[in-house]
């Protein structure tokens, strides 16, 4: 058994990378079916990885034979397989769709002008997959800092696939994205200096003894500013909404929803494994914990003033990321007495899981209207929940997994940072989490609820534009596979209804190979 | 065995009803209804099992998985339990839901979006039969919210500008109302570890009320203002006047039976099966609370009286009426206690009656206003029959259930140690009386409206009253009658809410 | 390694790089491309050549020597067909300029081949 | 004591990359730039790392400043472009926080540099013993395709990637990789037939002496690639070659090197494992193809900097 | 060998620091989108440098470290980082480039206002001026 796991947590970062290779050689037909191919064969090897997990033991792979400081390592710890799990779900539901809706993936550019749908999203998607994956399982530092780049180029080449609107925001992506992974390198690097070696539990045992912590606090701050700008914490965000509103149908919801996760896997692996928590530490912590309080109600705010579908949905995730920062000074604190319920950093990676399932049927829900009406204004996409039942059912699931109400993973966490906000007597956190799920619930409801309602023909009140009030009409009648997308969409809908059952499941996953 | 299973099924039953409702096509109106009452029929066969298993024997079917992690490992589980006050509520809703789903096909024969309302009809009562049978505040706050949720597109239904505010008005109190109960029950888990509903009040509640009464009564302020949202206590209840706009089926059974039920049935739970009658008396919070009851009864009435149109008067009498249940359950008197909790019934039957005469009105003859009822006697003889029935049992008069439950609060009142509740539910009496007689008198008494006046040149004749309508009106004012007469039969509402005060008692 | 030989080799260096200054110098000074490409080829690749004789005098090991001379002749070569490009297309342009336009130092001088001394007084 | 030519290399340094960053004009930049990567070369071949300042020489400098080069000539700025964002207000105030919060930070990561009582890394020893059984003589060589042969393939693969997003950029049929570049002398042409066969020779070489000596795939790739452009700038019909041959050459490096891997779990080992005896043949296959697939990655973004027609 | 004193490397990783930091600055501030580039260039030679310094130390560590850990020259795996460094520098560079091409074209078209005085932009059959 152990031989088919360690077999598996390198197939799952070297099959995508193979088949985005064979996929670049293959005509736009064979590229779909590949890719959808290896979307399930990729999510079947997370199957034995997550069960060796359930059952308590952590699977490595010794990549070459090399032992650590020189070698590098694969772990695939109860972090990893959580996120493994859930970047699988969703990727296969996403390819499976940018399959049956070609249009989705961009637009390219022939000789005679631009056409819907891009070929090249194949082997960029495929190589970010692969770098996801890698990112999570990986056990190496500056392995850490090349996965997170591959991550980031090809986000940036998938925003670029919009066509000639998002190549603007794909550039400024790419100044944040790359300055971002220097700062990280050059933190890897101060930590190499000071441990003498690259792997992440030795660099741990190393700086345990070393007394002198400022190096270590340096290195700390270091990567967590370049990977603040690479999850787009507040100061550092504005790259974020023109980048993922700009992006294609299908990129948006691989942007919010698993791009950011790689850097937010990294900060934790950081924070938690590789340097101790030393009493310096706490103040870096307070900070973050701030900027999120700062994230959700800009984020928020912000949002409630959107009058297009797309930014609303990015400023929204804005404002959860600003969750994931808000429990850091709980993290620190609890840190110390280890009898408190380490539920932040459970917390956390629920919030995150849960973001991840509902942003990204939202997003492809928003994407998918945008597509077929060719615009995304909340005034003018009035009343197209009639064409569309299942899409804007969709849209509601996913808009509770992201208010956070019950059975959903996003409730869970919530639930979890709310009792480790009362253990460690932070009421502030409470008085957030309140005002950004009220808030979360007002913007999300501008959003969808005008889709929901249609008022009747003999409705008296006119658009202010001269469209006419019934829905404006969709480009051409649904075809039978945009009818299938449409149900992908409500799957992922559903999921995160479901996944709101597996809060306590992943609790007890996540304690496997924890520090 | 077998019965560990029911309360989930009954649960499941409602919302695959739904899914198999949702992608139905608009015109598939038979399968439509079919499904809809075939649904209905079982819950209420199922819950009608349930009774003598649970009551006579004292059984406690119960379902549990875990659902959130604690710091320590073992999970808080998603419980759902079957005890006496859970089983009298359920069987409330799904009796009522029965037929109010007859009522509601026939209403809205013809009309838009059929499927999708009673896709969300079915699931909203999913979500209230869930509530009824959660077994700790955990489940309690999960079907409370999804009651929110559900009951938003019923509210917003008709999809014009006005259901649309005040979908929105309602949705802001629901949430914030959803936003405290969570930081109530969050603190309470952290201070005194996850909350099951035990007879008599959980254990380790009392300890903390023991060990730091201040702390306890907050988080009893903070349980029972969320809570307060959905009872419409006196200043959270603006959202109910304003959600009248919804179609017929919607107000009556939401703000009968489903949404207004749920909160109070939240407080008698806090109250009962959280902290114990005896030590929410220690804490002192519940002479407050009776003060804000006694209060919005008499505020409610006193608004009823100035409305002109016939739902809003009605919405600000369930107002009133909803609070009676928080004044018994608060008079800290085994008798009070059970006029409190029969009184959640009975209200629920008369005023679901007079919601579906107020509909029929509205559809028959396009009466919105009471002033237009003038000869409705003559002219909707059964209906008008009906809704004086519902009058009355309003009022309190003796043959009908309301009087029972009066009766039963005033002995409570008499025994406790605020007797001048007594006072209170007199005057209310008087006001039922001043806000719902007239309406009667105009009804059979009103003189014929003169020809030129009136364009409607049917001027006394009948007008067709559609039976698919009537008939559920006509039920419910025969049940009030009914169980206002047998109201000592063994398992009648008025003995099952007696058990029930001598379990919270013992 | 004798005393004269160091001597010599520190004073062929020395001289390389006065032709090296040189070449800057004309860069600098002179006003259209063709003299200044006259400058550098002329200056910059004699300057190369001493340095390289002076750093093989240095080393005083005869296979350096050799590798130090076929890296002159390359450079020689990249030099002279760079400059004879740049020519070649200044002169195609020449037409299009328009006369009366004074040769300003703003006419970007580009040059290829990058010369391995900093350039500090660059024209913006 | 710092010997004085570090310290003066240390300010050409500073000095250059002021003058890479500062100034307007976007020529002036770029061979700012330009100077800069010569510079840092010298810098690496005082730090004593051949192998670095063979790759900064050939890809950092020569490939790098040659795309900035052609970008900064073929858009000249646009209306408005150069300066810092005015901040409307205070024009010197955005400078001026830069300049104080960049000095801050500079002043407190030097302090922490000359405090970190640093410790030598511990793969000083492994990489003695380990590395005959990898069969390559050269440290860094064994290091890039054995010991952390992962990091190697996962960054061809960046790079690859790289290529296939420059290619989405352009059309799909890359058309205007036949499309003729602006007509040079002649002496071009006929020096490029010259130099050509020597650059794939040093290429070549390069990559062959990587197992004994500094060199390897990455500097081999870069002068291979550099042949291509000369030879693209020259006229010289490479239509075949960018049509046909292009995108196979690109993929077939990282697929391979993801095969080889595979054996190894194939025989119980885990993955990218070279058993001792056939180590050297898998090293060296890797290796090769390795630079067909740079040498096409770097050749392929020189040519997707034109502008199809449809982006006018 | 070189006499390379141990306070060279420091020397250099104080300057590797400087020229991160003022590439990182100048990058967030500038808003020329080559500029900005060659800023981001710039700061990443400047992590290379540091990583070069840090492999330099263990070249010629007279102390008795260098002796048990036999590294004759200068560290070999953070070389090879260097190196994969490089060449990601190229690929992030590369597809920087491309994209300011496309922009600037793109932004051509729509502000085409000054016809002819200036140069003549995007369009491979320019006069190579």
Avoid at chain 1, 147 to 170: C, M, N, Q, Y
Avoid at chain 1, 283 to 305: D, E, F, K, P, Q
Avoid at chain 5, 36 to 63: H, I, K, Q, W
Wanted: hydrophobic content about 55%; charged content about 10%.
């Amino acid at each position: 058994m152990t031989e088919l796991v360690e077999f598996s947590l390198g197939a799952l970062v070297l099959l995508p990378l193979l088949a985005a290779a064979v996929v670049m050689l293959i005509g736009h037909t064979a590229r779909r079916v590949l890719g959808v191919v290896t979307a399930v064969v990729t999510a079947g090897f997370t199957v034995p990885v997550v069960a060796t997990v359930a059952d308590g033991d952590a699977p490595e792979l010794v990549l070459g034979g090399f032992t650590a400081p020189l070698g590098i390592t694969l772990r695939g710890d109860g972090l990893a397989a959580v996120f493994l799990a859930g970047t699988a779900l969703i990727a296969v539901v996403l390819t499976v769709f940018a399959a049956l809706v070609p249009a989705a993936t961009g637009e390219h550019l022939t000789p005679s002008g631009w056409r819907p749908g891009h070929p090249g999203f194949w082997p960029l998607w495929l190589g970010c997959w692969a770098g996801l994956n890698g990112v999570y399982v990986s056990g190496d530092l500056f392995n850490l800092y090349v996965g997170l780049e591959l991550v980031g180029l090809t986000a940036v080449a998938l925003v670029a696939l919009g066509g000639r609107k998002s190549w603007d925001p794909a550039l400024r992506y790419l100044f944040i994205a790359v300055l971002g992974s220097l700062l990280f390198l050059t933190g890897v690097g101060l930590l190499a200096a000071v441990t003498g070696t690259l792997d992440i539990a030795q660099a741990r045992a190393v700086l345990e003894e070393v007394e002198d912590p400022t190096a270590g606090l340096l290195a700390l701050s270091l990567m967590t500013v370049g990977l603040g700008m690479k999850i787009a914490l507040v100061p550092m965000h504005r790259w974020l909404v023109p980048a993922h509103s700009a992006a294609p149908a299908v990129v948006s919801p691989i942007l919010s929803g698993l791009v950011i996760k790689a850097g937010l896997v990294i900060l934790l692996r950081v924070w938690l494994w590789a340097v101790p928590l030393v009493a310096e530490a706490i103040w870096l912590a307070w900070l973050l914990g701030a900027l999120g309080a700062i994230a959700v109600l800009v984020g928020s705010v912000l949002a409630l003033r959107q009058d297009r579908l797309k930014p609303l949905v990015a400023y929204s995730t804005i404002a959860q990321i600003g969750y994931w920062f808000l429990a850091f000074p709980l993290l620190v604190t609890e840190h110390d007495d280890a009898g408190a319920a380490p539920g932040a950093y459970s917390a956390i990676v629920a919030l995150a899981v849960g973001h991840m399932v509902a942003k990204g049927g939202l997003f492809a829900a928003a994407g998918y209207l945008k597509l077929r009406f060719g615009t995304d204004e909340i005034a003018r996409l009035r009343g197209a929940g009639a064409q569309y039942p299942a899409l804007i059912l969709a849209m509601g699931a996913c808009a509770v997994g992201l208010i956070g109400l019950p059975v959903s993973l996003g409730f869970a966490g919530k639930w979890q940072l709310a009792t480790a906000a009362v253990g460690a007597q932070q009421w502030w956190v409470v008085v957030v989490i309140a005002a950004g799920t009220l808030l979360a619930a007002g913007y999300l409801l501008r959003g969808i609820a005008p889709l929901l309602l249609q008022a009747p023909q003999e409705s008296d009140h006119q658009l202010p534009d001269t469209g006419d009030e019934t829905a404006p009409a969709a480009a051409g009648s649904k075809t039978r596979a945009e009818g299938a997308g449409e149900l992908l969409i409500l799957l992922l809908g559903v999921a995160t209804i479901g996944t709101g059952f597996l809060g306590s499941w992943i609790y007890d996953l996540l304690g496997v190979g924890l520090w | 065995m077998v019965n560990d299973l029911l309360p989930l099924i009954l649960v499941l039953l409602s919302v695959s009803v739904a899914v198999v409702i949702f992608p139905l096509p608009e015109q598939a109106a038979r399968l439509r209804s079919t499904v809809n009452i075939a649904g209905a029929v079982t819950k209420v066969v199922l819950v009608m099992l349930l009774v003598p298993v649970v009551v006579a024997e004292g059984a406690r079917p119960e379902f549990s998985i875990p659902f959130l992690p604690t710091g320590d490992g073992e999970a808080i589980p998603l419980v759902l339990r079957v005890d006496p006050l859970a089983l009298f509520f359920a069987g409330l809703s799904a009796l009522l839901w029965l037929l109010t789903t007859i009522y509601a096909i026939g209403y809205l024969k013809g009309k838009p979006n059929r499927s999708r309302f009673f896709g969300f009809f079915s699931l909203c009562v999913a979500a209230t039969v869930g509530l009824s049978f959660s077994g700790n505040l955990i489940t309690f706050l999960v079907f409370y919210e999804l009651l929110t949720l559900v009951t938003y597109p019923l509210v917003a239904h008709w999809g014009d500008e006005k259901s649309l505010q005040a979908a929105k008005l309602y949705m802001r109190y629901a949430l914030g109302g959803g936003v405290a109960v969570l930081i109530g029950v969050v603190w309470l888990t952290m201070e005194a570890g996850p909350v099951d509903f035990a007879e008599g009040g959980a254990a380790d509640v009392a300890e903390l009320a023991a060990t730091s009464p201040g702390l306890a009564a907050l988080i009893f302020v903070l349980l029972i203002g969320g809570l307060g949202v959905k009872s419409a206590l006196v200043p959270l209840h603006s959202w109910l006047p304003a959600a009248m706009v919804a179609p017929a089926p919607v107000s009556a059974l939401l703000h009968a039976v489903a949404v207004v039920k749920a909160g109070v049935f939240g407080i008698v739970r806090v109250v009962d099966d959280v902290y114990g009658i005896e030590v929410a008396w220690e804490l002192g919070v519940l002479t407050p609370l009776l003060v804000i009851a006694s209060f919005t009864v008499i505020y409610g009435s006193y608004q009823a009286l100035r409305q002109s149109e016939i739902k809003k008067r009605l919405a600000f009498s369930t107002v009133s009426q909803v609070s009676y249940v928080v004044l018994g359950v608060t008079m800290f008197s085994m008798a009070a206690t059970a006029g409190g909790v029969v009184h959640l019934v009975h209200q629920g039957i008369m005023k679901i009656t007079l919601f579906f005469c107020a509909g029929l009105f509205a559809e028959a003859m396009g009466a919105h206003k009471i002033s237009e009822l003038r000869g409705a006697g003559r002219r909707m003889p059964w209906t008008s029959v009906a809704f004086t029935i519902g009058a009355f049992g309003m009022i309190g008069l003796p043959p009908t259930a309301g009087f029972i439950s009066k009766w039963q609060l005033g002995l409570g009142a008499l025994e406790s140690p605020h007797p001048w509740v007594l006072a209170v539910l007199v005057v209310s009496s008087l006001l039922n009386a001043a806000y719902f007689l007239p309406v009667v008198w105009l009804i059979w008494f009103g003189e014929t409206p003169d020809p030129e006046t009136d364009d409607d040149a049917a001027g006394g004749t009948k007008v067709r009253e559609p039976a698919m309508l009537l008939v559920p009106a006509v039920c419910t004012a025969v049940i009030t009658v009914g169980v206002g007469v047998a109201a000592s039969l063994t398992f009648a509402p008025l003995e099952i809410a007696r058990f029930i005060a001598e379990g919270v008692f013992s | 390694m004798s005393l004269v030989a160091d001597i010599l080799a520190a004073l062929l260096i020395l001289a390389g790089t006065f032709f090296f200054t040189v070449g800057t110098l004309g860069l600098i000074r002179f006003p259209d491309v063709r003299s200044r490409l006259h400058a550098l080829t002329k200056a910059d690749n004699l300057g190369l050549g001493l340095v390289l004789a002076g750093a093989a005098l240095w080393l005083g090991d005869w296979a350096i020597a050799g590798l130090m001379l076929l890296c002159w002749i390359f450079a020689l070569a990249g030099a002279s067909v760079s400059a004879h490009v740049i020519a070649g297309l200044e002169a195609d342009h020449a037409s299009e300029r328009e006369p009366v336009h004074s040769v300003d130092p703003g006419e970007e001088q580009k040059n290829q081949e990058s010369t391995t001394t900093p350039r500090e007084g660059d024209q913006p | 004591m710092i010997s004085p030519v570090d310290l003066a290399l240390g300010a050409a340094v500073l000095l250059v990359a002021g003058l890479s960053l500062v100034p307007r004009s976007r020529l002036v930049v770029t061979m700012g730039f330009l100077a800069l990567g010569v510079l840092v070369t010298m810098v690496w071949l005082r730090l004593d790392s051949l192998d670095v300042a063979l790759a900064e020489a050939g890809i950092g400098t020569g490939l790098l400043s040659g795309l900035m080069v052609w970008l900064a000539v073929r858009s000249p700025e646009p209306p408005g472009a150069g300066g810092m964002e005015p901040s409307p207000r205070l024009p010197w105030l955005r400078p001026a926080v830069g300049v104080v919060c960049g000095a801050v930070l500079t002043v407190v990561t030097a302090a922490v540099w000359l405090r970190v009582e640093d410790r030598l890394p511990a793969w000083g020893g492994p990489v003695e013993e380990q590395l005959p059984d990898t069969g390559v003589e050269h440290g860094i060589t064994g290091v890039l395709l054995a010991f952390r042969a992962y990091d190697t393939l996962l960054e061809s693969a960046i790079l690859m990637l790289t290529a296939a997003a420059v290619m989405a950029l352009s059309s799909t049929n890359l058309h205007q990789a036949a499309a003729p570049m602006p007509p040079v002398p002649l002496a071009l042409p006929w020096a490029t037939r010259l130099l050509v066969p020597a650059l794939v020779l040093l290429g070549l070489w390069l990559l062959f002496a990587g197992s004994r000596d500094s060199g390897g795939a990455f500097q081999s790739g870069a002068v291979l690639a550099a042949a291509l452009i000369l030879m693209r700038t020259s006229h010289i019909d490479l239509r075949g070659l960018s049509t046909y041959l292009l995108r196979p050459a690109l993929v077939v490096g990282v697929v391979v090197f993801i095969l080889a891997g595979l054996v190894g779990p194939m025989l119980g080992l885990p993955w990218l494992s070279w058993d001792p005896d056939w180590a050297f043949a898998a090293v060296l296959t890797v290796e090769v193809l390795l630079t067909t697939g740079i040498a096409a990655g770097l050749y392929m973004l020189f040519l997707t900097l034109e502008n199809p027609e449809g982006v006018r | 060998m070189l006499e390379l004193g141990f306070d060279a490397i420091t020397w250099y990783l104080v300057i590797s620091t400087a020229v991160l930091m003022f590439g990182m600055v100048r990058l967030l501030l500038v808003r020329d989108l080559v500029a900005r580039l060659v800023a981001l260039d710039v700061t990443g030679l400047g992590v290379l440098l540091m990583l070069v310094a840090l492999a330099a130390r263990s070249s010629d560590e007279t102390g008795a470290q260098a002796a048990e850990t036999g590294a004759a020259g200068p560290d070999a795996v953070l070389q090879a980082l260097v190196i994969t460094g490089l060449v990601i520098a190229v690929a992030f560079t590369g597809l920087g480039a491309v994209l300011i091409r496309r922009i600037e074209g793109a932004k051509d078209t729509e502000g085409s206002d000054s016809g002819e005085e200036s140069p003549s932009t995007a369009g491979e059959r320019d006069r190579d001026d």
